[in-house]
């Protein structure tokens, strides 16, 4: 057990901290990686039990731990019921998902489309990465990805964001139908 006293109002303050300093994109994900690697190994000090609780329905649990009032900055533990995932999707803004507890895997996409239909989108498969305890995941703005729980247990994974996903107008993706759909824009 990792017994660092990182907690989430310091890790809120380093990443301030990163985003000042940095325009860049790539410098600020480079930034972050090494903070959200330090705080999924000081989970002791922010993972509750009830994190680890999800929606049958949906298939996974989402826990806010932090958010900034104009919605930027939030901070996410998400939980994933065994077999269960979510299908492709982009989060509309930078994102670093790093493992607490349990491999999810991860499968990377692109677009091979033009983007010129409205609710339309082929996608072709580029990468997979199974992110494991203290594996960071670096995404920009407009990475596709989607992600597994193959394992017999609840999966946990933290999930930082340039804003909040729920105000971001990201889109979903279905590759059978392939679907394109715009969901929570705020």
């Given amino acids: 057990m990792i017994t660092d006293g990182y907690t989430i109002p310091q890790l809120v303050a380093d990443l301030k901290q990163v985003c000042a300093r940095f325009n860049d994109e790539r ?6 990686r090494p ?19 999800a929606d049958p329905d949906q298939g996974f ?6 958010e900034e009032p104009n919605h ?6 998400v939980s994933w019921l065994p077999h269960r995932g979510a299908p492709p999707h982009d989060h509309g803004t930078w994102a670093v ?16 489309d033009d983007n010129s239909r409205q609710g339309y989108a082929e996608l072709k498969k580029v990468g997979e990465k199974v992110c494991n305890v203290g594996d960071v995941i670096a995404m920009p703005r407009g ?10 247990v ?5 999930h930082i964001y340039g804003k909040h996903i729920n105000h ?3 889109s979903q993706f279905d590759l059978e139908t392939h679907g394109d759909a715009v969901c929570c824009e705020g």
Avoid: C, Q
Avoid at 38 to 45: C, D, L, M, T
Avoid at 72 to 77: E, P
Avoid at 97 to 112: I, Q
Avoid at 143 to 152: A, F, K, P, Q, R
């Fill in 154 to 158: 609840v999966t946990v994974s933290l």
């Fill in 61 to 66: 649990g989402v826990y806010l731990l932090h």
């Fill in 97 to 112: 998902v790093a493992g607490v507890d349990g491999p999810e895997k991860n499968e990377f996409y692109e677009r091979v």
């Fill in 168 to 170: 971001t107008g990201r």
């Fill in 35 to 53: 903070l959200a690697h330090r705080a999924a190994r000081a989970k002791a000090n922010w993972l509750e039990d009830r994190m680890y609780h």
């Fill in 72 to 77: 930027t900055l939030a901070i996410l533990a």
């Fill in 27 to 32: 410098e600020i994900l480079a930034g972050i």
């Fill in 143 to 152: 990475m596709i990805h989607s992600v597994w729980n193959d394992s017999d």
